[in-house]
C-alpha cells in the first residue's frame, strides 16, 4: 500500500505518536512506497531510512535562513518546467510528483499534491520549444519532481520529440525510482527512457546502503544492460549518513552496481530541515575521510548549491596551498608535502 497519510502510517505502524504530524502534513507531502516501508526498521527510533521519509514535528521550525526556493530555480526559470542557469544545459521539469516525498526536499515546496503538478501539453510545447530554439543547448536533465512516475507512453513521447532536436547531444533522468520503486523499472521503461536516441544518463538518488536492496539491484542491472550510463546523488544528512562508514559503505554499493558516484550534496536552506543539517567543517572531514578509506572510483564530489540561484560550488577540503614559491599537498593521510619536492 501506498502511505500518504498520518492514519496510513499509523496503520503501517510507522508512527506511534500523531500528535502535532497533522499539522505537518497539511505543509508538506507524504509518500512512502511498500518498497521503502519494508526497509524500515520500526522497532529503532533512528532508522536512517524513517528519517528520510517519516514526518517529524521538527519540519515546523522553519529558521531565518531557510527558503521556500533555495537552490533558486525561479530565478533561472524563463517559460514553466525550464531552468536555464549554465549555457549549454537545461532542467525540465516536466511532473512535480515524486513516489516518496523526501523530509529533506530542496524543491518541497513545488512538488506533491498540492505542487506544480504536470506541465499541460501547451507548456510542453513551450519548453520544448525553447530547447530547439537555442543551439547552445547540449544537455537536457529531466527532473522535478521524479520523471520516473511518468509512464513509459509518456517518456517515449517526451524522449522522441527530443530526439528531433539536432543540438541535444545528452539526455539525463534525475530519479529516486530505481531504488524505492524498483518494480516500475522494467523493460518498457528501459526502452522508454532511451528513445530520444541521444546518449542517455541516469542519476540515482539514495543516501544511504540499505537502500540499495535485492530489488533495486535488479533494477539498476537493467539499467545498466540497456545501455544506459548511471551517475549517483546523494544527501549528506544528520542521522541518516553522517558518518565515513556509511557514506563508504553506499559508495561502494553504487559502484557494484555499475553507478559512478557523482555528487554529494550538502543540505539544502529548504523549510523545515534544519534538523537533516551538518556544518560545512563536518562534511569536509567526512570527505576528507572517505579519500583514505575507499577506491578513487567511490569518492563522490561534495558540492554546494549556493542559495540564490548562482549554481552549484565544490566545497571539499582543498588539499594543496601556494607558499613560498612551491606547493603543499596534503596526502590521504593528512600529512603535508611539498611539491616540487626539496630534495
Ligand atoms: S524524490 Fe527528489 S524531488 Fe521528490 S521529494 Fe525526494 S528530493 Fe524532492
Same mark, same amino acid.
Given at each position: 500500500?501506498? #502511505?500518504?497519510?498520518?492514519?496510513?502510517?499509523?496503520?503501517?505502524?510507522?508512527?506511534?505518536?500523531?500528535?502535532?504530524?497533522?499539522?505537518?502534513?497539511? *505543509?508538506?507531502?507524504?509518500?512512502?512506497?511498500?518498497?521503502?516501508?519494508?526497509?524500515?526498521?520500526?522497532?529503532?527510533?533512528?532508522?536512517?531510512?524513517?528519517?528520510?521519509?517519516?514526518?517529524?514535528? +521538527?519540519?515546523?521550525?522553519?529558521?531565518?535562513?531557510?527558503?521556500?526556493?533555495? #537552490? %533558486?530555480? !525561479?530565478?533561472?526559470?524563463? =517559460? @514553466?518546467?525550464?531552468?536555464?542557469?549554465?549555457?549549454?544545459?537545461?532542467?525540465? *521539469?516536466?511532473?512535480? =510528483?515524486?513516489?516518496?516525498?523526501?523530509?529533506?526536499?530542496?524543491?518541497?515546496?513545488?512538488?506533491?499534491?498540492?505542487?506544480? %503538478?504536470?506541465?499541460?501539453? +501547451?507548456?510542453?510545447?513551450?519548453?520544448? +520549444?525553447?530547447?530547439?530554439?537555442?543551439?547552445?543547448?547540449? @544537455?537536457?536533465?529531466?527532473?522535478?519532481?521524479?520523471?520516473?512516475?511518468?509512464?513509459?507512453?509518456?517518456?517515449?513521447?517526451?524522449?522522441?520529440?527530443?530526439?528531433?532536436?539536432?543540438?541535444?547531444?545528452?539526455?539525463?533522468?534525475?530519479?529516486? =525510482?530505481?531504488?524505492?520503486?524498483?518494480?516500475?523499472?522494467?523493460?518498457?521503461?528501459?526502452?522508454?527512457? *532511451?528513445?530520444?536516441?541521444?546518449?542517455?544518463? !541516469?542519476?540515482?538518488?539514495? /543516501?544511504?546502503?540499505? @537502500?540499495?536492496?535485492?530489488? $533495486?539491484?535488479?533494477?539498476?542491472?537493467?539499467?545498466?544492460?540497456?545501455?544506459?550510463?548511471?551517475?549517483?546523488?546523494?544527501?549528506?544528512?544528520? %542521522?541518516? /549518513?553522517? /558518518?565515513?562508514?556509511?557514506?563508504?559503505?553506499?559508495?561502494? $554499493?553504487?559502484?557494484?552496481?555499475?553507478?559512478?558516484?557523482?555528487?554529494?550534496?550538502?543540505?539544502?536552506?529548504?523549510?523545515?530541515?534544519?534538523?537533516?543539517?551538518?556544518? #560545512?567543517?563536518?562534511?569536509?572531514?567526512?570527505?576528507?575521510?572517505?579519500?583514505?578509506?575507499?577506491?578513487?572510483?567511490?569518492?563522490?564530489?561534495?558540492?554546494?548549491?549556493?542559495?540564490?540561484?548562482?549554481?552549484?560550488?565544490?566545497?571539499?577540503?582543498?588539499? #594543496?596551498?601556494?607558499?613560498?614559491?612551491?606547493?603543499?599537498?596534503?596526502?590521504?593521510? %593528512? =600529512?603535508?608535502?611539498?611539491?616540487?619536492?626539496?630534495?
Amino acid at each position: 500500500m501506498l #502511505i500518504r497519510t498520518i492514519q496510513h502510517l499509523i496503520e503501517a505502524g510507522l508512527v506511534h505518536d500523531a500528535t502535532a504530524l497533522d499539522a505537518v502534513a497539511h *505543509k508538506y507531502a507524504i509518500g512512502i512506497t511498500p518498497a521503502v516501508a519494508a526497509l524500515i526498521d520500526p522497532a529503532d527510533p533512528d532508522d536512517p531510512i524513517a528519517r528520510q521519509f517519516v514526518p517529524d514535528v +521538527a519540519e515546523l521550525v522553519t529558521t531565518p535562513d531557510e527558503r521556500a526556493d533555495p #537552490i %533558486g530555480d !525561479l530565478a533561472h526559470s524563463p =517559460v @514553466e518546467g525550464i531552468v536555464h542557469r549554465y549555457p549549454d544545459r537545461v532542467l525540465l *521539469k516536466a511532473v512535480h =510528483v515524486c513516489p516518496v516525498y523526501c523530509r529533506f526536499c530542496f524543491r518541497r515546496e513545488m512538488v506533491g499534491p498540492h505542487g506544480l %503538478g504536470t506541465l499541460t501539453p +501547451a507548456q510542453l510545447d513551450a519548453a520544448l +520549444a525553447y530547447i530547439a530554439a537555442r543551439p547552445e543547448i547540449w @544537455e537536457v536533465i529531466l527532473t522535478g519532481g521524479d520523471p520516473l512516475v511518468l509512464s513509459p507512453r509518456r517518456l517515449r513521447e517526451i524522449g522522441e520529440r527530443l530526439a528531433r532536436i539536432e543540438h541535444v547531444k545528452i539526455v539525463r533522468f534525475h530519479t529516486r =525510482v530505481p531504488v524505492l520503486e524498483p518494480e516500475r523499472v522494467d523493460m518498457a521503461m528501459v526502452e522508454a527512457l *532511451k528513445a530520444s536516441g541521444k546518449t542517455t544518463y !541516469l542519476a540515482v538518488h539514495a /543516501n544511504h546502503p540499505r @537502500e540499495i536492496s535485492d530489488a $533495486a539491484r535488479r533494477a539498476l542491472a537493467r539499467l545498466a544492460d540497456g545501455g544506459i550510463a548511471l551517475i549517483s546523488q546523494s544527501v549528506l544528512l544528520r %542521522g541518516v /549518513n553522517d /558518518n565515513v562508514e556509511t557514506l563508504a559503505s553506499l559508495m561502494k $554499493a553504487f559502484v557494484e552496481n555499475r553507478v559512478k558516484p557523482y555528487y554529494l550534496h550538502h543540505p539544502d536552506l529548504a523549510p523545515g530541515t534544519s534538523h537533516f543539517r551538518l556544518s #560545512i567543517e563536518e562534511g569536509q572531514a567526512l570527505v576528507s575521510a572517505l579519500r583514505g578509506r575507499i577506491s578513487g572510483l567511490a569518492q563522490p564530489t561534495y558540492i554546494l548549491d549556493i542559495p540564490g540561484g548562482h549554481g552549484k560550488a565544490q566545497i571539499g577540503a582543498s588539499t #594543496i596551498s601556494v607558499g613560498d614559491g612551491c606547493f603543499t599537498v596534503r596526502d590521504w593521510q %593528512g =600529512v603535508d608535502h611539498p611539491y616540487p619536492p626539496s630534495t
